[in-house]
T-cell receptor, first 117, second 114 residues
Framework: EAGVTQFPSHSVIEKGQTVTLRCDPISGHDNLYWYRRVMGKEIKFLLHFVKESKQDESGMPNNRFLAERTGGTYSTLKVQPAELEDSGVYFCASSPSTLGQRYNEQFFGPGTRLTVL | KNQVEQSPQSLIILEGKNCTLQ??????????LRWYKQDTGRGPVSLTIMTFSENTKSNGRYTATLDADTKQSSLHITASQLSDSASYICVVAGMDTGRRALTFGSGTRLQVQP
């Protein structure tokens, strides 16, 4: 079974440009999460999808970030326009439906390293 | 504010030796605590998950403990191997209604030397 995949693995852009990150969760996983780690800091939550709906987007830093999950399969995270402080590693994770589960084990992708110059 | 603190920040040990990593948290209300291993250039991979009622859980040479009263956890690695070199991240899940996000520690970077 394929794990969570993310594309691209690296992206280098200039300040003011737009970048779109993609995440393909494990097939059948309803829950999809975006996290990011900025230099020297811990990984932080950005938002959570349940299927195509945004369950929690309280971690999104500002309105330059837009996440979508049309059709409830893959998700994209667009940064427009990018700023220097957006540099970091963006992780995606997915988990199956949590109904009847004690906890939701999240499976992480390898991340996209974004560098804004 | 929910926080997860880990110590030490980094650790160097010789192959075959044991080590213990520490995690203190202030996440409340508490749901579960996880230890993840993150190899360089990879995403975090779950090692153990413990709920409030569990105070120890093993996964091969990895043994995690949890004291929910003192809000402390440890990860013990036995007979370390070169492949154990990685960052180990303590992650705590709260029980906020409808929210399943995780609070991450900054990690302990472990280097196992031959």
């Amino acid at each position: 079974e394929a794990g969570v995949t993310q594309f691209p693995s690296h992206s280098v852009i200039e300040k003011g440009q737009t970048v779109t990150l993609r995440c393909d969760p494990i097939s059948g996983h309803d829950n999809l999460y975006w996290y990011r780690r900025v230099m020297g800091k811990e990984i932080k939550f950005l938002l959570h999808f349940v299927k195509e709906s945004k369950q929690d987007e309280s971690g999104m830093p500002n309105n330059r970030f837009l996440a979508e999950r049309t059709g409830g399969t893959y998700s994209t995270l667009k940064v427009q326009p990018a700023e220097l402080e957006d540099s970091g590693v963006y992780f995606c994770a997915s988990s199956p439906s949590t109904l009847g589960q004690r906890y939701n084990e999240q499976f992480f992708g390898p991340g996209t390293r974004l560098t804004v110059l | 504010k929910n926080q997860v603190e880990q110590s030490p920040q980094s650790l160097i040990i010789l192959e075959g030796k044991n080590c213990t990593l520490q995690c203190n948290y202030t996440v409340s209300p508490f749901s579960n605590l996880r230890w993840y291993k993150q190899d360089t250039g990879r995403g975090p991979v779950s090692l153990t998950i413990m709920t409030f009622s569990e105070n120890t859980k093993s996964n091969g040479r990895y043994t995690a403990t949890l004291d929910a009263d003192t809000k402390q956890s440890s990860l013990h690695i036995t007979a370390s191997q070169l492949s154990d070199s990685a960052s180990y991240i303590c992650v705590v899940a709260g029980m906020d209604t409808g929210r399943r996000a995780l609070t991450f520690g900054s990690g302990t970077r472990l280097q196992v030397q031959p």
